[in-house]
């Protein structure tokens, strides 16, 4: 499946890491279908971020529809290029 980005705006990205936020990890995931991420990070205000987590819930804030974690990739080619090209910053996941 190939997901027409268009839609998605840095102001609906914002309102995924605000649910985020608001939530909890476990809620959000469990919310809208996606698992913690392993490789790479959304970091905004000194926080990180599930990259493909976000993108795919900013994806549903502007479609109004959902898609599941294996509609779209999460690796470089995939919600970090896509959330670099919106002018987020995505690094690679460094362990804790």
Do not use: C
Not at 54 to 83: K, W
Request: avoid cysteine; proline fraction near 6%.
């Amino acid at each position: 499946m190939t997901v027409n980005w268009d839609p998605v705006t840095p102001e609906q990205v914002r309102r995924a890491i605000e649910e985020y936020d608001r939530l909890g990890a476990t809620a959000f995931f469990a919310a809208h279908g996606y698992a913690p991420t392993t490789t790479y990070d959304l970091v905004w205000e000194e926080r990180r971020y599930p990259p493909k987590a976000i993108l795919g819930t900013a994806y549903e804030f502007a479609t109004g529809a959902r898609l599941a974690s294996g509609d779209f990739e999460g690796g470089r080619s995939g919600a970090v290029r896509v959330l670099g090209g919106l002018g987020f910053d995505v690094r690679p996941r460094r362990d804790s």
